[in-house]
Structures are given as structure tokens and as C-alpha cells.
């Protein structure tokens, strides 16, 4: 329902299908867990999110890559370079929330640091370590990699804690801008950090 009102909203682009595929399934794993335990930590969701899907979403990989692609970007990017985009982050209890964006957060918020400009550096280092689908349809891997150069320099001047790396990621934005290069996967998974951060302190 969440993608037909999408379409219908956009006049059929897709514009966050992963956002409503990886937040859908975050959502069902903290009520799965919730039901069980009354409480809800961002992990054990995480591991919820796998037990539920983890097989079945690799036996759609395998027929995917088997079949004709189909008009979604990752899709098309499994076929053509053979990613497996966000189906294959969430058959593996999506690991880069696990092991990168959620303790980025937990360090910022004990640091002290802004809100926003922690989410900011949160969203360069997910781009360092995403085969954003995105990026790929759009530039491929040269795009790609070129982005998690601008990422790398970004972040050795501080990223959004500084006033020079703030400078530098407002350039990179206008520079995607006229590249067409959306690093999308990387924002859907930033949000997914951050709807499993704020949950975990409301349900401890």
C-alpha cells in the first residue's frame, strides 16, 4: 500500500521504495520482538529482521539473477553488476546498521555532538562502505567510487563537526547535483539508524 501511494503521489517514480522495504521490515521485527520481550534493542531487531527473511530473500536473489531484470534500480544493478542492493543487506540482518551507522551514533550522542551534523557524518561513512544501487545505475562504479573519494576527504576535515568539511559536503551536494549521482541507499539506511536509535530509548 506504502508503494502504490507512492506512485500515485509521484506520478510513478520511485522516489524511497527501499526506504518503505527496509523501514517495513525494521517496523515488523521491533513489533515481533516488542510481543516477545516488551522491550526493544536495535540489534535484536536487527536479528529478528534475519530470521524473518534472511532465507526467503535469498532464494528471491537467486531467481532474480536467474530472471529478466526488472525496471527497479537494484535490480537492474544486480544484473549489471551483480550487487544485491538491499535485499541482500536485509537477508544479512542488514550489518553495515550493526557494525557502522548505530555505534557512529552511540559515540556522537555520548560526544555531545549536533544532532543533524552526527546524522551528516553518519550518512558519509555509510556511503564508504554501501554498493549504493543508486550510485550504480546512475554512474556505475567509477560514479561510485569517486563519491567515497569526496566522502574520505569530507571526513578528514571533520565532516559536518567542522566548518571547513560542512563547506566541502554543501560543494559535494551541488556536485551530485550536476553529476545526477544520488547516493539514496545510503539515506534509506541513514533513516533506518536512525528509527532504530530513537526506538531503542523509548522502549528500553
Known amino acids: ?17 527501499g526506504a518503505i522495504f527496509t523501514l517495513g521490515l525494521l517496523s515488523a521485527g521491533a513489533g515481533l ?22 532465507e526467503p530473500l535469498k532464494r528471491e536473489l537467486a531467481e532474480l539473477k536467474a530472471g529478466e531484470a526488472d525496471s527497479a534500480h537494484g535490480e537492474a544493478v544486480l544484473h549489471r553488476e551483480g550487487a544485491g542492493g538491499v535485499r541482500s543487506a536485509a537477508a544479512k540482518g542488514f550489518p553495515v546498521l550493526r557494525n557502522v551507522a548505530l555505534p557512529l551514533l552511540r559515540q556522537y550522542e555520548a560526544e555531545g555532538q549536533a544532532t543533524e551534523a552526527s546524522a551528516l557524518n553518519v550518512l558519509l561513512h555509510l556511503i564508504l562502505h554501501v554498493g ?10 567509477d560514479a561510485l567510487l569517486t563519491l567515497r573519494a569526496d566522502c574520505r ?16 559536503l554543501y560543494e559535494l551536494k551541488e556536485t ?24 531503542e530509548k523509548i522502549f528500553r
Not at 1 to 17: D, L, P
Not at 33 to 45: H, P
Not at 177 to 199: C, E, M, T, W, Y
Open 33 to 54: 520482538l516488542y510481543a516477545k520481550t516488551g522491550r526493544l534493542n536495535a540489534e535484536a531487531i536487527l536479528d529478528e529482521v534475519q530470521n524473518l527473511v534472511g
Open 132 to 141: 549504493d544501487t543508486n550510485v550504480l545505475y546512475r554512474g556505475g562504479k
Open 153 to 168: 576527504n569530507i571526513l578528514s576535515h571533520g565532516g559536518a563537526f567542522t566548518p571547513k568539511g560542512t563547506a566541502l
Open 1 to 17: 500500500r506504502a508503494e502504490r501511494e507512492m506512485y500515485a503521489a509521484t506520478g510513478g517514480v520511485n522516489t524511497h521504495k
Open 176 to 199: 551530485c547535483k550536476q553529476r545526477n549521482v544520488s547516493p539514496g541507499g545510503a539515506a534509506d539506511l541513514l533513516s533506518a539508524a536512525l528509527f532504530l536509535h530513537r526506538i
